[in-house]
């Protein structure tokens, strides 16, 4: 099965502590989407990424948070000095070209202490 | 700005309809999405539909639009014990086709 993988699946850190999530897209994909959930709400767009490219980061905030998809390996969400408001199910996608058809990885869900 | 809504819960019995409905604000929708949580798992694409069709139907499942009133519902017909979960309405448009919008997600409780 070639789903999208991430991982880890949960995560605690303590604040003031970083946080890194990993996502494997589906193969043959090379569209790279992070979505945040807070509890009870709908997902929030952060970052689009492709290979070595940040395409849209208008969903990030705009300190501590950053994203990559490196050449070879995962895209990776980095959240320096972590915050109880971090605190949520970060989620990645993957596409192809057309990116009508986003496929969701299980997520990883973050706690903060 | 941009807005999906939808009702959190929904009961039924195994075996009847469900439907799950959802409305949205942006009238640049260009498409429309279903996805399927299960607890503790992702999200899985159910379907999705063009903003200019009215109706789309795959087995179990029709989704119905209904672009004048801004307003999108999922029907599951037969319901079963493994169609409980969270049924989440999302949006593209003109601006951002892949910057889906999303609502806040349907709990779909099904009663024996």
């Known amino acids: 099965n070639a789903g999208v993988m991430q991982n880890p699946r949960h995560l605690v850190r303590r604040r003031g502590q970083e946080a890194r999530l990993r996502c494997s897209p589906m193969?043959?994909?090379?569209?790279v989407y992070w979505y945040r959930q807070l509890p009870e709400e709908g997902l929030k767009f952060m970052v689009y990424?492709?290979?070595?490219?940040?395409?849209?980061e208008s969903g990030m905030p705009k300190e501590r948070f950053s994203a990559e998809f490196p050449k070879e390996g995962p895209s990776i969400l980095r959240i320096q000095q972590v915050v109880r408001g971090d605190s949520a199910a970060y989620f990645c996608?993957?596409?192809?070209?057309?990116?009508?058809?986003?496929?969701f990885g299980p997520g990883t869900r973050l706690t903060v202490t | 700005g941009e807005d999906v809504e939808q009702s959190l819960f929904l009961s039924v019995r195994e075996g009847d309809s469900s439907v799950i409905n959802c409305t949205y604000t942006?009238?640049?929708?260009?498409?429309l999405y279903w996805y399927k949580q299960e607890p503790g798992a992702g999200l899985q694409l159910l379907t999705y539909?063009?903003?200019n069709m009215d109706m789309k139907q795959d087995q179990r499942l029709t989704v119905l639009l209904n672009k004048k009133d801004k307003h999108l519902s999922l029907r599951i017909a037969d319901t079963q014990t493994g169609d409980s979960a969270i049924y989440f309405c999302?949006?593209?448009?003109?601006?951002?086709?892949?910057?889906?919008?999303w609502g806040a997600g349907t709990k779909l409780i099904i009663k024996p």
């Open positions: 996608a993957s596409s192809g070209t057309s990116m009508l058809e986003q496929y």
């Open positions: 990424l492709q290979k070595e490219n940040i395409i849209d």
């Open positions: 999302a949006e593209s448009t003109e601006d951002s086709n892949y910057q889906l919008i």
């Open positions: 942006d009238s640049s929708s260009t498409y």
């Open positions: 193969k043959g994909h090379s569209h």
């Open positions: 539909i063009f903003s």
